[in-house]
C-alpha cells in the first residue's frame, strides 16, 4: 500500500500515513484531526527504503497565475453548485458532481483546489478566500454564513441571484453607452481625416492665389492644426500617453479620486443614473447577506466595496462608523446627502419593525426600476447631445472648407 509524508496543524503535525491514495490520505488525515499543508507520495528505492517522490507538489495553498472566470461563470457554479446541495447531497459529494461537468481551462483548476482543501477539513469559505479571485469578500461572506447558518443551497441560490443582477446590470450599462460610443468615435475619425488629409489639399490652390494668406480664420486655424499634426505626430503620441498616466497617478489618491466621484454625481443625468446604479446595488446586496445571517456591520463592509464611488464609499464609512457607536443606519445614510429619502425611509421603518431583511429585498426591486427608467432616460439624452457637440465640431471644421470657397467665387465674379 502506497505511504504518504505529510505536514500539516494538528496533534501530530508531520509524519507519515498509509492510504490507497492520496484522496484518502487526506481524508484519513481529516479524521485524525490534522490539517494538511503539504503530501508526498513515498516510493521504495532499490534497497527497499521508502523515499519522498521526487518533483512531489504540496497542497496548492498559493498558486501563482491562478486561473479565474467571469462573474456570469462565476454565478453560474454557485447556482449548479446550490441545485446539487438542495438534492440533498453533501457538500463534498456536490463539488465533486459539478466537477465532473465541468467545461474550460479555469473552472477544472478551480474546483480542484476547493475540493481538495476541503477534503483536507478546511470550510467552503476558507477554502475560497485561499483560493482568491474569482472569490471575492462578498462571495467570501456569503459562503461563511451558508457554512454557519446550515442552509447551504438557500443561501448560494440567493448569491447566485445577486450575481446574475449585477452581471445584467453591467450589461444593460454597456449596452445603453455602446452606440452613442460608435457614433462618437466615427464622427471623431471622420473630423481627423478631413483636417488632416483632405482640408490642406484643398486648400494649397488658394494659398498660392494672390491674397491667399488672407484665409478666414476658422481656415487658417483648421490649416494650423493639420501642419502641427503632421509635424509633430509623435509628440502629439507622446503627450496623450504621458496625460494618461498622470491621470491613472492623480486619481489613485484618494482625495482626488473623491472630489472626481463627487464631481460626477452632481452632473445632471449621469449623476442620477450613477448613483441609482449605486444605490440598488446597495440595498440588493446588503439585503442579501443580512438575510443570510451576517451582521449588519460586516455585511456593511462587504457593500461598500461594491459601490465603485468612492464618494458613496465614504458615505458608508460614516455609517459604519456611527453604527458601531449605537446610532441607527437610517440616520447617518440621511446625513450623507447622497441615498435617496426612499431609501432612508425604507431603513428607518425596517429598523423600527424589525423586519429590515425583507424591506430592503422589496426596496432593491424598486431600485432595480428606478436604474432602468435612468438607463432609459440616459439613452434618450446621450444622443442628442453628441449630436449637438459634433455638430458644432463638424459646422466649424466645414465652415473652414467652404469659406475660403466661397470667397474665391466671389473674387471670380466681381
Known amino acids: 500500500m502506497p505511504s504518504f509524508r505529510y505536514q500539516g496543524i494538528g496533534a501530530?503535525?508531520?509524519?507519515?500515513?498509509?492510504?490507497?491514495?492520496?484522496?484518502?490520505?487526506?481524508?484519513?488525515?481529516?479524521?485524525?484531526g490534522v490539517v494538511a499543508t503539504s503530501l508526498e507520495e513515498m516510493r521504495e528505492d532499490r534497497q527497499g527504503v521508502r523515499a519522498s517522490t521526487v518533483g512531489a507538489a504540496p497542497l496548492r495553498l498559493a498558486v501563482r497565475g491562478k486561473p479565474t472566470m467571469t462573474r456570469s461563470e462565476l454565478a453560474t457554479l454557485i447556482r449548479n453548485l446550490a441545485t446539487a446541495l438542495e438534492a440533498g447531497l453533501p457538500l463534498l459529494q456536490?463539488?465533486?458532481?459539478?466537477?465532473?461537468?465541468?467545461?474550460g481551462r479555469a473552472l477544472p483548476v478551480i474546483l480542484d483546489f476547493i475540493i481538495e482543501r476541503v477534503e483536507a477539513g478546511v470550510t467552503l469559505h476558507q477554502a475560497a478566500k485561499e483560493y482568491g479571485p474569482p472569490f471575492d469578500?462578498?462571495?467570501?461572506g456569503m459562503f461563511r454564513a451558508a457554512d454557519a447558518s446550515g442552509r447551504n443551497a438557500e443561501v448560494l441560490h440567493q448569491l447566485a441571484d445577486l450575481l446574475d443582477r449585477s452581471v445584467e446590470l453591467r450589461r444593460e450599462l454597456v449596452g445603453a453607452t455602446v452606440y452613442p460610443m460608435i457614433v462618437a468615435g466615427l464622427?471623431?475619425?471622420?473630423?481627423?481625416?478631413?483636417?488632416?488629409?483632405?482640408?490642406?489639399?484643398?486648400?494649397?490652390?488658394?494659398?498660392?492665389?494672390?491674397?491667399?494668406?488672407?484665409?478666414?480664420?476658422?481656415?487658417?486655424?483648421?490649416?494650423n492644426v493639420a501642419d502641427f499634426t503632421a509635424s509633430w505626430w509623435w509628440l502629439i503620441l507622446l503627450c496623450i500617453?504621458?496625460?494618461?498616466?498622470?491621470?491613472?497617478?492623480?486619481?489613485?489618491?484618494?482625495?482626488?479620486?473623491?472630489?472626481?466621484?463627487?464631481?460626477?454625481?452632481?452632473?445632471?443625468?449621469?449623476?442620477?443614473?450613477?448613483?441609482?446604479?449605486?444605490?440598488?446595488?446597495?440595498?440588493?446586496?446588503?439585503?442579501?447577506?443580512?438575510?443570510?445571517?451576517?451582521?449588519?456591520?460586516?455585511a456593511l463592509r462587504v457593500v461598500r466595496d461594491t459601490l465603485g464611488n468612492a464618494a458613496m464609499m465614504a458615505a458608508i464609512d460614516e455609517v459604519l462608523e456611527r453604527v458601531t457607536t449605537g446610532s441607527s443606519l437610517a440616520d447617518p445614510l440621511e446625513r450623507s446627502g447622497l441615498?435617496?429619502?426612499?431609501?432612508?425611509?425604507?431603513?428607518?421603518?425596517?429598523?423600527?419593525?424589525?423586519?429590515?431583511?425583507?424591506?430592503?429585498?422589496?426596496?432593491?426591486?424598486?431600485?432595480?426600476?428606478?436604474?432602468?427608467?435612468?438607463?432609459?432616460?440616459?439613452?434618450?439624452?446621450?444622443?442628442?447631445?453628441?449630436?449637438?457637440?459634433?455638430?458644432?465640431?463638424?459646422?466649424?471644421?466645414?465652415?473652414?472648407?467652404?469659406?475660403?470657397?466661397?470667397?474665391?467665387?466671389?473674387?471670380?465674379?466681381?
Open 12 to 32: 501530530t503535525g508531520a509524519g507519515v500515513i498509509e492510504a490507497q491514495d492520496r484522496s484518502e490520505a487526506m481524508r484519513m488525515l481529516s479524521v485524525k
Open 94 to 103: 456536490s463539488l465533486r458532481t459539478v466537477r465532473r461537468q465541468a467545461a
Open 137 to 140: 469578500d462578498m462571495t467570501v
Open 187 to 223: 464622427v471623431v475619425a471622420s473630423v481627423i481625416v478631413l483636417v488632416t488629409f483632405v482640408l490642406p489639399k484643398l486648400m494649397k490652390p488658394l494659398m498660392s492665389q494672390p491674397g491667399g494668406d488672407e484665409l478666414p480664420w476658422p481656415t487658417m486655424v483648421l490649416l
Open 241 to 298: 500617453v504621458g496625460a494618461l498616466l498622470a491621470w491613472r497617478t492623480w486619481i489613485a489618491v484618494p482625495t482626488n479620486r473623491l472630489q472626481v466621484d463627487l464631481f460626477l454625481l452632481r452632473i445632471p443625468i449621469l449623476g442620477t443614473l450613477l448613483r441609482d446604479v449605486a444605490v440598488a446595488r446597495f440595498t440588493r446586496t446588503l439585503g442579501t447577506l443580512v438575510s443570510a445571517g451576517i451582521p449588519i456591520l460586516q
Open 339 to 414: 441615498f435617496p429619502p426612499l431609501l432612508v425611509q425604507i431603513v428607518n421603518i425596517g429598523e423600527r419593525s424589525g423586519r429590515l431583511e425583507p424591506m430592503l429585498l422589496h426596496a432593491a426591486t424598486a431600485f432595480d426600476r428606478q436604474v432602468n427608467q435612468s438607463l432609459k432616460v440616459f439613452t434618450k439624452a446621450l444622443p442628442p447631445v453628441l449630436l449637438i457637440v459634433m455638430g458644432a465640431v463638424a459646422g466649424f471644421v466645414l465652415s473652414g472648407i467652404l469659406l475660403p470657397l466661397l470667397k474665391m467665387q466671389q473674387g471670380l465674379a466681381g
